[in-house]
């Protein structure tokens, strides 16, 4: 059984992670995710608090929430790919994610990026192999950055991971990446203030995360579209509904929940292309 420290950021990956599996044996036919059940079970976790949350109409639709922002990222991973069949695919901030495996054309290289001590449990539930690498770094920390092949492009991205972190430090990781990785693509979740302020007061509260002041949020993407001026092109799609919309295979409840999330939350996935 493998270890999470409780009250970390680290801790969070959980959330996306149960979400996963839980929405792989609610809704297989939409997100079945047998690694997500796989991970679950090795974890010394307890996961009944969790899993009685998530079992009600609103918990499932976190549930949804997070299966679906995965199928979205792996969608513009897979996309990149076409064009850039060698490119590096860089998850950050990757938790116990695996949607390089589920993108992978055999040619490409991934890179996981998470705190060390995430990394240390990752590399005993999905380790490395001879294309893909987890590397333990604070991505903060720019000298990740040199760990990455870019030779062949790049496609960045990341999920759930920027609303722990302050608006100035998302700010310069973004130009710092910009700079390192010309004609990559990075792509992310957000939402807007209402939403930020909502999360701290559910899952971050929960989790007992209290040390990160200013959360990072988006009402518009034209907000970050002057951030640098190696951004040649920012672009925002729909969470629930803008890659594959599952509006009409889910119960009028959860309709509901995704007209208040595109409306009230914005919740968006959006792409930055580089010069
Ligand atoms: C909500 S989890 C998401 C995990 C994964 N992306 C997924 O969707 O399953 C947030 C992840 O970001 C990582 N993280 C947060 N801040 C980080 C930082 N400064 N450097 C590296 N990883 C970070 C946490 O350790 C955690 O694994």
Not at 79 to 88: E, G, M, R, V
Not at 188 to 217: P, Y
Request: with cysteine; aromatic share 12%; charged share 30%.
């Amino acid at each position: 059984m493998y270890h999470i420290e409780k009250n970390t950021v680290q801790e969070t990956l959980i959330i996306p992670l149960y979400g996963r599996k839980v929405c792989s044996e609610h809704f297989p036919d939409l997100f079945k995710d047998p690694e997500a059940e796989r991970i679950c079970g090795m974890l010394d976790y307890d996961f009944a608090e969790k899993g009685k949350k998530m079992e009600s109409a609103a918990g499932l639709f976190g549930a949804l929430e997070v299966a679906q922002r995965q199928y979205d990222l792996a969608w513009e991973v897979k996309d990149y790919l076409k064009k850039n069949p060698d490119a590096a695919v860089v998850n950050l901030g990757c938790g116990l994610d695996d949607t390089f495996r589920r993108c992978d054309n055999g040619k490409c290289r991934g890179y996981n990026i998470d705190m060390s001590d995430v990394i240390a449990v990752r590399n005993e539930l999905l380790p490395e192999n001879d294309r893909e690498r987890n590397l333990a770094f604070d991505l903060n920390d720019e000298t990740w950055m040199d760990e990455i092949d870019c030779s062949n492009g790049a496609v960045l991205f990341a999920s759930g991971v920027f609303y722990y972190f302050k608006t100035e430090d998302v700010k310069a990781l973004f130009q710092k990446m910009a700079k390192r990785f010309p004609g990559a693509v990075l792509v992310f979740d957000s939402c807007n203030r209402r939403g930020a302020k909502m999360m701290t007061k559910t899952w971050l509260k929960e989790a007992g995360i209290s040390d990160v002041g200013a959360f990072f949020s988006l009402e518009d993407k034209d907000e970050i579209r002057n951030w640098s001026g190696d951004f040649a092109d920012v672009s925002a799609k729909s969470y629930m509904r803008g890659y594959r919309d599952i509006y009409k295979d889910v119960s009028l409840f959860h309709r509901l929940m995704i007209k208040f999330c595109d409306g009230f939350v914005k919740m968006q996935i959006i792409k930055i292309t580089f010069k």
